[in-house]
């Protein structure tokens, strides 16, 4: 007598592995991504170079700490200070639609907002030490274009924060290894720390960063989260656990 055919199993789709995740993440709207990036750091560096040469109000100068006078100048630091324009594009890239590289854009905006404001209302200088740029051609372009102004807060330290928040919670979402979430922490603090090798901040301005980029990236993550219905917090067993 004939068996009755088997229906076939059913339950949930299987998850996709983390490297096709974020590999259709990049994919997805990738010439918006590059374009709308590109442009968000035209128009910044636009209004931050316009306050530069041409600062509002009186100039502070900020003091230096005995951390500016503990970190010694290497000039092999500004690879890692220029890595911050990748670091920086990579939570716009792995934004998996339209609405969550608006929101992620929205966020960005209103903390380099931020940061302006304070370089219009509370412009400030450094005592710069004379360095040699001679050893590293990266160097001489940073010194040709930037100068010891718009200091306080640090946006490089900020925007590095800022993005690592966004790539932890990308990365959670696609459940990577935790080696790739302590790789982005490792990332994200070199830079931190090459401004002050390279000698384009003092301390005040690295803390004031990352207070102004933690505030924002942290917001922005939780208002993600509370968005898509998503619990705001889980149990960790580690700061470095995804």
């Given amino acids: 007598m004939a068996q009755p055919p088997v229906p076939p199993a ?3 789709a299987p998850i996709a592995s983390w ?3 974020i590999g259709q993440r990049v994919t997805t709207l990738c010439w918006l991504k590059a374009l709308g990036t590109t442009a968000f750091m035209w128009v910044f560096f636009l209004f931050y170079f316009e306050l530069l040469h041409h600062p509002r109000y009186p100039i502070t100068v900020m003091p230096d700490t005995w951390i500016d006078r503990a970190v010694t100048f290497s000039p092999d630091w500004v690879i890692i ?3 911050l324009w990748v670091y920086v594009s990579l939570p716009g890239a ?8 608006l929101w992620h854009g929205a966020s960005a905006l209103l903390m380099c907002a931020a940061g302006l404001a304070f370089y219009y209302w509370y412009p400030t200088t450094f005592m ?3 360095v040699d740029w001679s050893s590293q051609p990266l160097g001489q372009i940073l010194q040709s274009v930037d100068a010891p102004g718009n200091a306080f807060p640090s946006m490089h330290v900020a925007y590095a924060l800022f993005a690592w928040a966004w790539i932890r919670h990308e990365l959670h979402e696609v459940r990577a290894p935790r080696w790739l979430h302590i ?4 990332w994200c603090m070199a830079i931190g ?3 002050l090798a390279t000698k384009q901040h003092v301390w005040w301005d690295v803390l004031a960063g990352i207070v102004l980029g933690l505030s924002a990236g ?3 993550v939780l208002a993600t989260r509370w968005r898509k219905g998503l619990p705001l917090r889980k149990p960790i067993t580690s700061p470095l656990e995804p």
Avoid: C, V
């Fill in 10 to 12: 059913t339950g949930p």
């Fill in 19 to 21: 490297q096709r995740q």
């Fill in 94 to 101: 792995l934004q998996r639609d339209l609405r969550g590289l």
């Fill in 128 to 130: 710069q030490p004379r």
């Fill in 183 to 186: 790789l982005s922490l490792l």
């Fill in 81 to 83: 200070y220029f890595s």
């Fill in 218 to 220: 942290s917001i922005a």
């Fill in 193 to 195: 720390f090459s401004t």
